[in-house]
């Protein structure tokens, strides 16, 4: 079975401030989508990005940056700059290639970002 | 284009009835998903529909829960019999298989279920 751990459950900054929330995963299936979901206050979540275990390379997109470590089964998630807008629950989740979706998303416990004004 | 939609969007209901919730997928989407949100067991993967098929029931909570999918569009998740336990937010998402992207689910707003 899958395991997806976030071990921060709160983390609360100042505006401007960089944060990193932490992503640690648990699979034996060497194929696997690694995922970040944003879920404000609204509830709904929102996709941020997709990665898949053969691609190792880090994606930064606007103050959003994504570290994939398969040596540490890590992909962490940073937030450079941050805004208000940013705070939110945070999920980091995965799925198995093989499954071909039958097996959902495993997700995290979602880490509750604060950017205090 | 129009994304994944819920309804209803809040649900109260008193123990021992029975409740059904709707889901509309993004339009094309053939993979279906239905997840239920707890403040105690988080994110819960309950079923998965390609098509209108489901391969496997077995993340469903108990024999109370049911689903079903029409084709390749509205899914609807049947409780019955509903306990406060059930109390949750039901979550759908769709992705469309096939193509690079069919592992990513896309969302909808969710279903707020109470029960009293």
């Known amino acids: 079975a899958q395991k997806v751990t976030q071990a921060q459950t709160e983390i609360s900054v100042v505006e401007k401030e960089d944060v990193t929330l932490d992503c640690v995963y648990e699979t034996r299936d060497t194929t696997y989508y690694l995922f970040w979901y944003k879920q404000p206050p609204s509830g709904e979540l929102v996709f941020l990005i997709r990665?898949?275990?053969?691609?190792?390379q880090n994606e930064i997109s606007g103050r959003y940056s994504w570290n994939f470590q398969k040596s540490t089964s890590s992909f962490n998630f940073t937030i450079t700059a941050s805004q208000v807008v940013d705070s939110a629950v945070y999920f980091c989740?995965?799925?198995?290639?093989?499954?071909?979706?039958?097996?959902?998303?495993?997700f995290g416990k979602g880490t509750h970002l604060i950017i205090q004004p | 284009g129009a994304g994944v939609s819920q309804s209803p969007s809040n649900k109260v209901t008193e123990k021992g009835k029975d409740v059904e919730l709707r889901c509309d997928p993004i339009?094309?989407?053939?993979?279906l998903y239905w997840y239920r949100q707890s403040l105690g067991q988080g994110l819960e993967f309950l079923i998965y529909f390609q098509g209108n098929s489901a391969p496997d029931k077995s993340g469903l909570p108990s024999d109370r829960f049911s689903a079903e999918r029409t084709g390749e569009s509205v899914s609807t998740l049947t409780i019955q019999r509903t306990q406060q336990e059930d109390s949750a937010v039901y979550l759908c998402a769709s992705s469309l298989a096939g193509t690079s992207d069919q592992e990513t689910q896309y969302f909808g707003p969710g279903t707020r279920l109470l029960v009293l």
């Open positions: 339009s094309g989407h053939t993979a």
């Open positions: 990665r898949n275990s053969f691609d190792e």
């Open positions: 989740a995965l799925t198995l290639f093989s499954g071909g979706g039958a097996d959902g998303l495993t």
